[in-house]
Each structure stands twice: as structure tokens, then as C-alpha cells.
């Protein structure tokens, strides 16, 4: 099962949770494995049976407000009731000063105790929005992710059918890169894929004869971008005689990558074809397909009711004599 250490929360200064540790550094090496957040409520007066111990704790001024109006043995066995089933973390909010007993409690049980200078409603957006991404089911798949006309396309086909020299054509036409060679995936609720490059060879190329190029660096900033939805996936294979391809355009197949199914066209590759121009149409018919318009269908459909509304030619008498 994924997991997310507390300590990632504090050191991973991309997520703008804005952390501090006040208590309990043993549980740093705690793990997150659920994205929900939850706000402990009953769980003060006593009642823990919907306390999650996988998840973040969030203590903010309602929470805060109503242990300052409890007795000290009331506060404080509410406390120990919360910190006594282990929760992930726990987290004050606004930056709070702490429940009298609360740090030591924490200290003793090895929770790592955390205070936030964001308000409650921000940082459970945040620190949901980081765990939501953090524990994303992921996969890395072999080939090329280009952004061509806002629809996100995954170039896939055996080594050497020219994945990277048509990225690099479209790159020249005005079109962005997103990952070369290997494509990380994340799967993102409710059902969508996001991919990009990995950060050792992100923003590069490898194009065989020139060796590995820097697209940003060639073609600016407006060439490269870091992720981007996989929308089509386009595979490129090797024209065979013996084989039928799809004229119509009427099948919709569909690749299935962490049990997303993405819309799938297969293009022939031979001499004398344009990629990069097959490639930019289908972004294009892919973009009037979201919108309701199928092309290859309206043709379908007004062929057959040119058939259906076929007659027989009259036969004149005379000629039938």
C-alpha cells in the first residue's frame, strides 16, 4: 500500500503546508496512507470509534476553543483518548499555542505533533491535494507524451519507429514536450492520468545521430511543460501488407493504463507518410470528438441512409421487351 511519511510533510516545502514540529519527533517515521483528513470532535469528550489512526489530525480554534472550557481532568483525558489511539500526526492550526499536556502526551507516545500558520479550511485543502498526489496509484510506461493543441498524447511503438523524431517535428511546429522515453504516470480521481518526465532527464531528447538534446534550452520555456492529462494514446506500428488497418475511422479502441481505459489509434508507419501531420489531425479530431462531433460516424450514418433511400432505376418497357 502507498504510504507518506509525517516527516515528508515538514521537510517537502513544495506542498506550502507551512509545518513546524512542536512534540513528538519518534513519530516522524509514522505513515499516511489515506489522503482524508479528519477533525477529531467527539473524539475530545471520548467517543474514538470514527478515529482513523492512518489519517492526519486537525485541531483548530473549534477545537482548540472547546478544550480551554474543560476541566483538567476532563482536557486532559480527552487527550489521551486522542493521542492514545496513534493517530498519524496531529496538526494545530493558525499557529495556535498547544492544550496544556498535549506535547507531552505526544512525546510519550511517539506522535509527532505539527503546528500550521494556515487557517483550517486552507490546510486541509492543501495537505488533502498533496496526499491525493503523494498516494496516487502510479506506473511508468515506455514512450513519448506531447501536448499538441491542449490534448495530451502518448506516442507508444517498439524502439526505433521514430516516437522521438515525431515529438521533435511537432516540437518545431509550435507544439510542447512533456516527457521523452519514460512517461510517469499517476492516476488522479475520479479516473483521469496524468503523466511526466522523470526529473533526471526532464525537458530532454534523445534523437539517434544527434544524441541527447535540451528542448527547453533549444526552443524556450513555451516548448516544455512539466505534466500534462494523457487525453489519446497514438501507437505507432510498422506497415504490414497482410494487415488491415482501420479506414473509417468507426472502431474506438482503447488503452488501458492503471485501469483507465484512454481512447487508441494504431498509424501505420511506412515511407512517405507524414507522422507529425497524422499526429496533429488527430489531436484536432480528438478535440471535436469531446465535443460531441464524430466524423468518421456522421459519415457512417449518411451513408447509410443513402443506401436506404436508394431505388432501382425505372426500366423503360421498350427496353424490357
Known amino acids: 500500500m502507498l504510504s507518506v511519511k509525517v516527516e515528508q510533510l515538514l521537510q517537502d516545502s513544495m506542498a506550502g503546508l507551512e509545518l513546524k514540529l512542536l512534540a513528538g519527533r519518534g513519530?516522524?517515521?509514522?505513515?499516511?496512507?489515506?489522503?482524508r483528513i479528519q477533525k477529531p470532535g467527539l473524539a475530545l469528550t471520548g467517543y474514538t470509534e470514527q478515529v482513523h489512526p492512518e489519517r492526519v489530525q486537525v485541531l483548530g480554534a473549534t477545537e482548540l476553543g472547546y478544550l480551554q472550557h474543560l476541566s483538567d481532568s476532563v482536557r486532559r483525558a480527552g487527550l489521551e483518548n486522542l493521542v492514545g489511539l496513534k493517530p498519524a500526526c496531529i496538526v494545530i492550526t493558525r499557529s495556535l499555542a498547544a492544550p496544556q499536556d498535549l506535547p507531552r502526551l505526544c512525546e510519550e507516545k511517539e506522535v509527532a505533533l505539527l503546528s500550521s500558520s494556515l487557517m483550517s479550511s486552507v490546510f486541509i485543502d492543501r495537505v488533502t491535494q498533496?496526499?491525493?498526489?503523494?498516494l496516487a496509484p502510479s506506473s511508468s510506461i515506455h514512450g513519448v507524451l506531447m501536448d499538441v493543441l491542449g490534448i495530451g498524447i502518448l506516442l507508444l511503438g517498439k524502439s526505433g519507429i521514430g516516437k522521438s523524431e515525431a515529438a521533435l517535428d511537432l516540437v518545431m511546429r509550435g507544439h510542447r514536450l512533456v516527457a521523452d522515453d519514460i512517461v510517469d504516470i499517476r492516476r488522479k480521481p475520479p479516473g483521469a492520468l496524468f503523466g511526466s518526465g522523470s526529473e533526471i532527464i526532464k525537458h530532454h531528447m534523445e534523437i539517434r545521430g544527434l544524441g541527447i538534446i535540451n528542448i527547453k534550452d533549444l526552443f524556450g520555456i513555451s516548448a516544455?511543460?512539466?505534466?500534462?492529462?494523457?487525453?489519446?494514446?497514438?501507437?505507432?506500428?510498422?506497415?504490414?501488407?497482410?494487415?488491415?488497418?482501420?479506414?473509417?475511422?468507426t472502431e474506438d479502441l482503447h488503452y488501458s493504463i492503471l485501469e483507465v481505459n484512454i481512447p487508441h489509434i494504431r498509424v501505420p508507419v511506412r515511407p512517405g507518410r507524414n507522422m507529425t501531420s497524422i499526429i496533429e489531425v488527430a489531436a484536432r479530431n480528438?478535440?471535436?470528438?469531446?465535443?460531441?462531433?464524430?466524423?468518421?460516424?456522421?459519415?457512417?450514418?449518411?451513408?447509410?441512409?443513402a443506401i436506404a433511400q436508394a431505388r432501382p432505376r425505372d426500366v423503360p418497357r421498350d427496353e424490357a421487351e
Request: a negative charge; hydrophobic letters at 30%; aromatic letters at 8%.
Open 27 to 35: 513519530g516522524l517515521s509514522r505513515s499516511i496512507s489515506v489522503p
Open 130 to 134: 498533496y496526499l491525493e498526489e503523494q
Open 224 to 249: 516544455v511543460r512539466d505534466t500534462k492529462k494523457i487525453e489519446l494514446v497514438v501507437e505507432l506500428v510498422e506497415w504490414r501488407e497482410d494487415e488491415e488497418y482501420d479506414r473509417l475511422g
Open 286 to 305: 480528438q478535440l471535436l470528438k469531446l465535443r460531441g462531433h464524430y466524423s468518421a460516424r456522421d459519415f457512417q450514418e449518411r451513408l447509410n441512409r
